[in-house]
C-alpha cells in the first residue's frame, strides 16, 4: 500500500477551498466539507502507486495558497482560501482553460476526484449521502442478501515461498484466465499470479467512490501523462472482466483482414481463430434475451428511427442479470449473472486444478539461458513468491504488461508502442420528461452508422450504459459551482450517447524509475476528425431524440437549445473554439490495447504470431496489449479468442 499525503496546514486549507470550491453546498445541498470530501480524496491520491505523483499533488497544493500563485492565476495578491467563492472559481477556471496542458491536466485531476468523493461517497454518518436525494438519485445497491458462495480458494501464501508448475499465468483477466483455463484443462499445471484481491458476489455493494478504490487500477486515477485521456481498467481476481459492460462483439471481419494481410497474423482469418471465437462466445453465455430496452434506449431508438439510422440490438454476456441490479455493474454484479472471468474461465482452471495466488505483483520474469524460466513476485505482506516453469504467460493488461516485460530485460524496440485506445466522447439532452439514465439492463442498443467514415473500417461506435452520478459528473463540464449543480439536479431528465473512437494514432507505455506505467498519448490530425464528426452524430441524435437542451463533454459550455438558443452548426463552432487536445475534451477510454503487438516481424512487433515474444522461447503474451490495431468494438471477446487460440498453441507444444 502507498504512503500516504502528509499536508502542511498551508497546503491543507488550500485543499479545502478548492474542494469547497467544486461543491460549495446550498439550495439544499451539502458542502465538500459537510461530506468530509477533502479526507476522501487525500485517501484516493493516496492509493496511486507512483511516489512522484504522490508528492507532486502535495508540493501543488503547498505553493496553491500562496499569493504569487493566486496572482498568476488571476486572484489577485490575496491567498486563495481567503478569497470569496466567485473569485476561486476564476481562479480554478483560469487553470481549466489554461494555454499550459500541465495547469489544464491538474484541473482535471482535481475535478474529476474531488466531484467522484462528493457525489460518490457516503454521507458524513456513513449512511446515505444526502446528495443522491437532492439530485434525484437512488443511491448504492447496499450489500446483497444472499449472495452466492465463494468458488475458488486462493493459496495462502504465509512466508517466502517457491512453486514449480508447467506454466505460470501472470494477471487472471480476459487473457490470462482464459490462457489458465486452456492450458490447466489440457492437463498442465498451472499457476495464476494476481496482483490484485479476490472479491466475490459479497463485495459488489454498488458504491461508487469505495467501488472505484477497490475495484479499479489507482482508485480510477490512471490518465496519460498530459491528462489528454482518462484511463479505465480493474484490478482484482477476473481483471477487467469484473467491472466492464458486458458488450460483446465478434472480431469484426474487416479487422481479421486488416490483421492478417497486413500485420502477418495469418492464423486470426483461418477456421481455427473462427472455432476460438465460437468457444468463447459459448463459455461467457453470450445473448440478446437480456438487452431489455429501458426508458433510455426506447428514447434512443426513437431518435435513430427520426434519422433513418440503423441500430443494432447489443449482445451480453450473462446469465439471469435484473435490471435493478444491472444498472450498477460497473463495480461487479452481486447477483453473479456477469460472466467474467472470475465466473468462467478462472473457475474452469481452478476445478481443473490451477493453483490461484491473490494480492501477489509479479516482478520480473526470470530469462536464463535465452528462455523465460520462472517468475519472481512479491504479495501485498511483503512475501516473496518465486514461480519456477516451463513457459510464462504475461497477462496484466496493455499498461503493464509492457513494463512488466520492460523491467524483464525483454529489449524489443517496438515494445511500449504502438498502444491503442478507444477514446470516449458524451453528448447529453436535457428532456422535459424524466429519462432517469441509472435504471434498466446497461445497454440494449448501439449503432454502427458512422463506423467507418473514410472506406477505411475507421470511425465511431454509437453506445450508451446505465449512468450514474460518477458517468455524468465525468463526461461534464464545470464552469463553476452552483452551475454544475443544476446539470446535476437535472440527472433525472439527462441522457446522452457516447461517441466511440476507433483510433488511428499512437501511443506509448514506458517504464518510469519506480517501475510504474507512464502514458503518452495524443489524438491524431485524424482521429479529431472522426471524433468531432463523431460528436456532431451524437448530437444530432439526442436532437432527434427531443432534447431541449443539448451539451458535450468539453471542458468549456459547448451547448445548444433546438429552436430556441444556437444550432448544430453553432454548436460544432463552439466545440472547435473549446479545442479537442489535452483537458479541453474529456476522453475517457475503457479499452487499452496493443502496447506489445504480435506481428510478422520483430522490427515492428514484440511478439509473433503465436503470442510468443521474439527471441524469448517460452513467454508469451495474452492479453490486448498484442492487438496490432485499435478492435473498433468493445475488446473483451476478441482478447478471450486471441488466448484461447495462442493458449491451446502453447498446450500442444508443452505436451
Not at 515492428?604 to 515474444?613: E, F, K, L
Request: hydrophobic share 40%.
Amino acid at each position: 500500500m502507498p504512503d500516504g499525503i502528509r499536508l502542511s496546514p498551508r497546503a491543507r486549507s488550500a485543499l479545502d477551498a478548492i474542494c469547497d470550491t467544486f461543491a460549495p453546498g446550498g439550495d439544499g445541498l451539502p458542502s465538500a466539507a459537510d461530506l468530509r470530501v477533502p479526507e476522501a480524496l487525500l485517501a484516493l491520491v493516496g492509493r496511486n502507486p507512483r511516489a512522484a505523483e504522490r508528492r507532486q499533488v502535495g508540493q501543488l497544493l503547498g505553493l496553491w495558497d500562496s499569493r504569487l500563485l493566486c496572482a498568476i492565476a488571476g486572484g489577485g495578491w490575496g491567498r486563495f482560501s481567503g478569497l470569496s467563492q466567485a473569485e476561486r472559481e476564476r481562479v480554478l477556471l483560469s487553470w481549466a482553460d489554461s494555454r499550459v496542458p500541465q495547469r489544464r491536466a491538474a484541473f482535471q485531476a482535481l475535478r474529476k476526484g474531488t466531484l467522484l468523493a462528493y457525489y460518490g461517497g457516503d454521507g458524513p454518518d456513513g449512511g446515505a449521502n444526502p446528495v443522491w436525494d437532492a439530485i434525484g438519485y437512488p443511491g448504492p445497491l447496499g450489500a446483497p442478501e444472499n449472495p452466492p458462495p465463494p468458488g475458488i480458494e486462493p493459496v495462502a501464501v504465509d512466508g517466502d515461498t517457491t512453486i514449480d508448475c508447467d506454466v505460470v499465468v501472470v494477471g487472471s483477466g480476459a487473457g490470462g484466465g482464459t490462457a489458465a483455463a486452456v492450458l490447466a484443462q489440457a492437463g498442465l499445471d498451472v499457476v495464476i499470479l494476481e496482483a490484485g484481491r479476490y472479491f466475490t458476489e459479497r463485495d459488489f455493494d454498488g458504491a461508487e467512490l469505495s467501488g472505484f478504490d477497490r475495484l479499479y487500477l489507482n482508485g480510477g486515477g490512471m490518465a496519460s501523462v498530459d491528462g489528454s485521456v482518462g484511463l479505465l481498467a480493474a484490478q482484482g481476481l477476473g481483471g477487467t472482466t469484473l467491472v466492464n459492460y458486458t458488450f460483446s462483439f465478434r472480431t469484426p471481419d474487416s479487422v481479421r483482414r486488416e490483421w492478417a494481410e497486413r500485420h502477418g497474423l495469418k492464423a486470426v482469418a483461418t477456421r481455427e481463430f473462427d472455432a476460438s471465437l465460437d468457444a468463447v462466445w459459448e463459455r461467457i453465455g453470450v445473448n440478446a434475451e437480456h438487452s431489455l430496452p429501458s426508458r433510455r434506449d426506447e428514447t434512443i431508438r426513437a431518435g435513430l428511427d427520426k434519422l433513418g439510422w440503423e441500430w443494432e440490438v447489443m449482445h451480453r454476456n450473462v446469465r439471469g442479470c435484473t435490471e435493478e441490479v444491472c444498472r450498477l455493474c460497473h463495480y461487479g454484479c452481486q447477483l453473479g449473472a456477469k460472466q467474467s472471468t472470475l465466473k468462467t474461465w478462472v473457475q474452469d482452471a481452478h476445478d481443473a486444478g490451477a493453483r490461484v495466488l491473490v494480492e501477489t505483483r509479479a516482478e520480473r520474469v526470470r530469462v536464463e539461458g535465452g528462455q523465460a524460466r520462472a517468475v519472481e513476485a512479491r504479495t501485498a505482506a511483503g512475501h516473496r513468491v518465486t514461480v519456477h516453469a516451463r513457459a510464462v504467460v504475461s497477462a496484466c493488461g496493455a499498461l503493464h504488461t509492457p513494463v512488466l516485460l520492460s523491467r524483464s530485460g525483454v529489449a524489443s524496440k517496438a515494445l511500449g508502442k504502438h498502444l491503442r485506445l478507444h477514446p470516449v466522447l458524451v453528448v447529453w439532452g436535457q428532456f422535459d420528461e424524466e429519462v432517469r439514465p441509472w435504471e434498466g439492463m446497461l445497454s440494449s442498443t448501439f449503432s454502427d452508422r458512422d463506423a467507418d467514415m473514410d472506406g477505411c473500417g475507421y470511425g465511431v461506435k454509437y453506445e450508451h450504459v446505465a449512468t450514474p452520478p460518477s458517468i455524468l459528473l465525468s463526461f461534464s463540464p464545470w464552469r463553476g459551482g452552483r452551475r454544475h449543480a443544476e446539470l446535476m439536479q437535472a440527472m433525472p431528465y439527462t441522457g446522452g450517447l457516447g461517441v466511440l473512437l476507433r483510433d488511428r494514432g499512437v501511443g506509448e507505455v514506458r517504464t518510469g524509475r519506480d517501475g510504474q506505467p507512464i502514458v503518452r498519448y495524443r489524438l491524431s490530425p485524424e482521429d479529431v476528425d472522426h471524433m468531432r464528426r463523431g460528436v456532431r452524430g451524437a448530437a444530432r441524435v439526442v436532437e432527434a431524440m427531443g432534447a431541449r437542451r443539448i451539451y458535450s463533454s468539453h471542458s468549456k459550455w459547448v451547448a445548444y437549445e433546438p429552436g430556441a438558443r444556437g444550432d448544430l452548426d453553432g454548436f460544432m463552432r463552439d466545440a472547435d473554439a473549446c479545442g479537442w487536445g489535452p483537458g479541453q475534451a474529456q476522453l475517457v477510454s475503457f479499452h487499452i490495447m496493443g502496447s506489445a503487438r504480435m506481428g510478422g516481424s520483430p522490427d515492428t512487433s514484440v511478439c509473433d504470431p503465436t503470442g510468443q515474444v521474439w527471441d524469448v522461447p517460452g513467454l508469451y503474451v495474452c492479453d490486448g496489449a498484442v492487438f496490432p490495431t485499435a478492435s473498433g468494438v468493445n475488446p473483451m471477446v476478441t482478447i478471450e479468442a486471441l488466448a484461447h487460440m495462442n493458449a491451446r498453441g502453447i498446450a500442444a507444444k508443452l505436451s
